[in-house]
């Protein structure tokens, strides 16, 4: 396996980079590969997962952490009507749950689980292996994804060069066939 980099990223996922990654999951108090259903994912559907997390991603933009929406809601005016004060509230959620508004890395890998690219399964162990990458990565035991891609120097190239080398790792350490029930 070659380095996986892009230019304008810091993080390089080399073969040992990979190898500790599949150490670790070894070592998981649970199978890596089998999510909260109690049913086995494949490599390649976790895969696919990461891969329409990234493009989802390149879609609507990546903002490095979701702000909750501070002084954009305004204020409620003296007497206001119930209508009055459900329409804005109505109207704040929409805008803060635009389909084409950036997202986080860890938004965009949860919003693929409700497409045909993935489901809760897929995303519970995509997480999962994303966590595995940052602790090789990282050499930290209980380092998060969520954490890692929120750090004030993250770059969007970097959250792309995980998402490639967790589906690359998913192809490659994956089940290639779901255990039989």
Same mark, same amino acid.
């Given at each position: 396996?070659?380095?996986?980099?892009?230019?304008?990223?810091?993080?390089?996922?080399?073969?040992?980079?990979?190898?500790?990654?599949?150490?670790?999951?070894?070592?998981?108090? $649970?199978?890596?590969?089998?999510?909260?259903?109690?049913?086995?994912?494949?490599?390649?559907?976790?895969?696919?997962?990461?891969?329409?997390?990234?493009?989802?991603?390149?879609?609507?933009?990546?903002?490095?952490?979701?702000?909750?929406?501070?002084?954009?809601?305004?204020?409620?005016?003296?007497?206001?009507?119930?209508?009055?004060?459900?329409?804005?509230?109505?109207?704040?959620? $929409?805008?803060?749950?635009?389909?084409?508004?950036?997202?986080?890395?860890?938004?965009?890998?949860?919003?693929?689980?409700?497409?045909?690219?993935?489901?809760?399964?897929?995303?519970?162990?995509?997480?999962?292996?994303?966590?595995?990458?940052?602790?090789?990565?990282?050499?930290?035991?209980?380092?998060?994804?969520?954490?890692?891609?929120? $750090?004030?120097?993250?770059?969007?190239?970097?959250?792309?060069?995980?998402?490639?080398?967790?589906?690359?790792?998913?192809?490659?350490?994956?089940?290639?066939?779901?255990?039989?029930?």
């Amino acid at each position: 396996m070659t380095a996986t980099a892009t230019p304008s990223s810091s993080v390089l996922i080399t073969a040992a980079v990979m190898g500790e990654a599949a150490t670790l999951a070894a070592d998981l108090y $649970r199978p890596l590969w089998t999510g909260s259903s109690g049913e086995q994912s494949t490599g390649e559907t976790v895969a696919r997962h990461l891969e329409a997390a990234a493009d989802l991603l390149d879609e609507t933009g990546w903002i490095r952490t979701w702000a909750v929406g501070v002084g954009q809601l305004g204020e409620v005016e003296d007497g206001a009507s119930t209508e009055v004060m459900l329409r804005q509230l109505i109207d704040y959620i $929409r805008e803060e749950d635009d389909p084409v508004k950036p997202v986080t890395a860890v938004t965009a890998v949860d919003r693929i689980a409700g497409t045909e690219h993935g489901d809760g399964d897929t995303r519970e162990i995509a997480q999962e292996v994303l966590n595995l990458l940052v602790q090789a990565v990282t050499g930290h035991p209980t380092a998060r994804f969520g954490a890692w891609a929120e $750090r004030q120097h993250r770059t969007h190239a970097e959250i792309t060069v995980m998402f490639t080398a967790g589906a690359l790792f998913a192809r490659t350490h994956g089940p290639k066939h779901p255990a039989a029930g």
